[in-house]
């Protein structure tokens, strides 16, 4: 059964920065692609940013470009976002994701698996 856990959210001030972790179980993620996706409340669930498993390609939405950084341990299976120079706008929860071979790293649809998600909060 496969599980995603995010962890590392939490309240950081305007400028700073966390580190977001999603450790992946339950299954080899090869052919996968690992995204971050965001919900802020009364607002639909959004991109972030993705991850290519078996070959590193990545794509950021614009909001995040430069500031955000998604990787991957395949060694210890987990997806990392590192986010920086954090907005107030940023604020939201925060979902690690799997999908498995869509050419559509950016719905939320094609994403199988979904973890808890994390809380970030941005105070300005």
């Known amino acids: 059964q496969v599980q995603l856990v995010e962890s590392g959210g939490g309240l950081v001030m305007a400028g700073g920065s966390l580190r977001l972790s999603c450790a992946a179980s339950g299954r080899t993620f090869s052919g996968y692609v690992m995204g971050w996706f965001r919900q802020a409340p009364g607002k639909e669930r959004d991109f972030v940013a993705a991850i290519s498993w078996s070959d590193g390609r990545t794509r950021y939405v614009d909001s995040v470009k430069g500031r955000f950084t998604i990787s991957r341990d395949n060694a210890q299976n987990t997806v990392l976002l590192q986010m920086n120079s954090l907005k107030p706008e940023d604020t939201a929860v925060y979902y690690c994701?799997?999908?498995?071979?869509?050419?559509?790293?950016?719905?939320?649809?094609?994403?199988?698996?979904w973890g808890q998600g994390t809380q970030v909060t941005v105070s300005s």
């Open positions: 994701a799997a999908s498995y071979l869509t050419l559509n790293w950016g719905t939320p649809k094609e994403y199988q698996y």
